[in-house]
């Protein structure tokens, strides 16, 4: 079951224009605003990790944690700054306006239920729903 919800996720995301090319855009664009807090493989084990308040999330857990969904709306949102995080008082620092801007790019919640975003969220999500751990 848990396969076929990550399955009808990537076809929402092909069918709102991003193609399997945006996660190799979204990897880039992780390893170059995420990977310092969250680990070059996302388990939340970044170099700066330990002198952080709240500990990163281990981001290849994201579907196992949340009942076998992808919390397609809450990543969004967490990362184009639409809701900040507590511990950052703010959106992400080093997101700054790059994830933030023009929500032009519609996903799809598991729900059916557009949302809107930009492009490099877009690529970025494909590529954490790649990274998802399997069970």
Do not use: W
């Amino acid at each position: 079951m848990r396969s076929f919800i990550r399955l009808a996720l990537v076809a929402a995301l092909a069918a709102t224009g991003a193609e399997a090319q945006d996660a190799d855009i979204g990897r880039s664009l992780y390893h170059t605003h995420c990977a310092t807090c969250h680990g070059l493989e996302g388990r939340g084990d970044g170099p700066m990790a330990g002198v952080l308040i709240v500990k990163p999330v281990n981001l290849t857990e994201l579907t196992a944690a949340n009942a076998g969904i992808f919390p397609l709306e809450r990543v969004v949102k967490r990362i184009d700054g639409r809701d900040p995080l507590v511990s950052h008082g703010s959106p992400m620092p080093v997101y700054g306006d790059y994830f933030e801007g023009t929500f032009d790019r519609p996903i799809k919640t598991p729900a059916g239920q557009p949302i809107l975003t930009s492009e490099p969220v877009v690529d970025l999500v494909a590529y954490l729903l790649e990274i998802q751990r399997q069970e």
